[in-house]
T-cell receptor, first 116, second 117 residues
Framework: EAQVTQNPRYLITVTGKKLTVTCSQNMNHEYMSWYRQDPGLGLRQIYYSMNVEVTDKGDVPEGYKVSRKEKRNFPLILESPSPNQTSLYFC???????????????FGSGTQLSVL | AQTVTQSQPEMSVQEAETVTLSCTYDTSESDYYLFWYKQPPSRQMILVIRQEAYKQQNATENRFSVNFQKAAKSFSLKISDSQLGDAAMYFCAYRRNYGGATNKLIFGTGTLLAVQP
C-alpha cells in the first residue's frame, strides 16, 4: 500500500529538548516536504527536498532542520524546541516533474507536537 | 506571491442539503492547479477534487463539484446531498504547474464544515 508514515503521532516535550519527527514513504518519490498546520493559518511549508541530499527552505524554516540521506526518509529535527513550535506537522511526498502540478501529494497522518 | 483566501471560518449544513464553500486566490501565473482537501477529525489530508486552470469545464467528483471562475480568481466547492461523513475541515490550495520547487501547495486557512442530522 502506497503511504507516507510519520512517527510519532503525538509528542509532548519541554523547551530546549531536541527531538526528531520521522517520515518515510514507500512510493520512490523524489519530492518530500514538511508542513505545519496552525489554527487560522492553514498549512505552511517548512522545508522541502527535491532528491537525496537536496533540501531547501520553505516559508517558515526558522527553528527546524531536515536531512535527506536516503530517498525514502525525510526527518524533521527541532534542535531546541520552543512553545511557538507547538503545532500539527505533516510530511508529504509526490512527483516534482514539470507539468505535474496536478499530481496528488501524499500526506502522512500528522504529528501533534506540544512544547511546554 | 500567490495567496489563497477562505473567508468562511465555519459553515453548517443540514444533512441532504447543499452547501458551497468559498475560496479566492491571487496569482499572476496562468498555468496552475487548484485543489480542495478534506481533513476529518482523523487529521488525514484527503484530496477531494482538483481543477486545472486551462480547463474551462468545472471539475466534478460524485457529490462534489467546483465553480471555477478564472477571471475572478474564485474557486468554490459545492457539496450536494450532504452526509454526516462530510463534516470536516476543508482546505483550498493552489500549486503552480511548473514542477520542481514549485511543487509547493499554498493553502488557505480552512473552513470547518458541520453537518446537522
Amino acid at each position: 500500500e502506497a503511504q507516507v508514515t510519520q512517527n510519532p503521532r503525538y509528542l509532548i516535550t519541554v523547551t530546549g529538548k531536541k527531538l526528531t519527527v520521522t517520515c518515510s514513504q514507500n512510493m520512490n518519490h523524489e519530492y518530500m516536504s514538511w508542513y505545519r498546520q496552525d489554527p487560522g493559518l492553514g498549512l505552511r511549508q517548512i522545508y522541502y527536498s527535491m532528491n537525496v541530499e537536496v533540501t531547501d527552505k520553505g516559508d517558515v524554516p526558522e527553528g527546524y532542520k531536515v536531512s535527506r540521506k536516503e530517498k525514502r526518509n525525510f526527518p524533521l529535527i527541532l534542535e531546541s524546541p520552543s512553545p511557538n513550535q507547538t503545532s500539527l506537522y505533516f510530511c508529504a511526498s509526490g512527483l516534482p516533474g514539470i507539468g505535474q502540478g496536478g499530481e496528488k501529494l501524499f500526506f502522512g497522518s500528522g504529528t501533534q507536537l506540544s512544547v511546554l | 506571491a500567490q495567496t489563497v483566501t477562505q473567508s468562511q471560518p465555519e459553515m453548517s449544513v443540514q444533512e441532504a442539503e447543499t452547501v458551497t464553500l468559498s475560496c479566492t486566490y491571487d496569482t499572476s501565473e496562468s498555468d496552475y492547479y487548484l485543489f480542495w482537501y478534506k481533513q476529518p477529525p482523523s487529521r488525514q489530508m484527503i484530496l477531494v477534487i482538483r481543477q486545472e486552470a486551462y480547463k474551462q469545464q468545472n471539475a466534478t467528483e460524485n457529490r462534489f463539484s467546483v465553480n471555477f471562475q478564472k477571471a475572478a480568481k474564485s474557486f468554490s466547492l459545492k457539496i450536494s446531498d450532504s452526509q454526516l461523513g462530510d463534516a470536516a475541515m476543508y482546505f483550498c490550495a493552489y500549486r503552480r504547474n511548473y514542477g520542481g520547487a514549485t511543487n509547493k501547495l499554498i493553502f488557505g486557512t480552512g473552513t470547518l464544515l458541520a453537518v446537522q442530522p
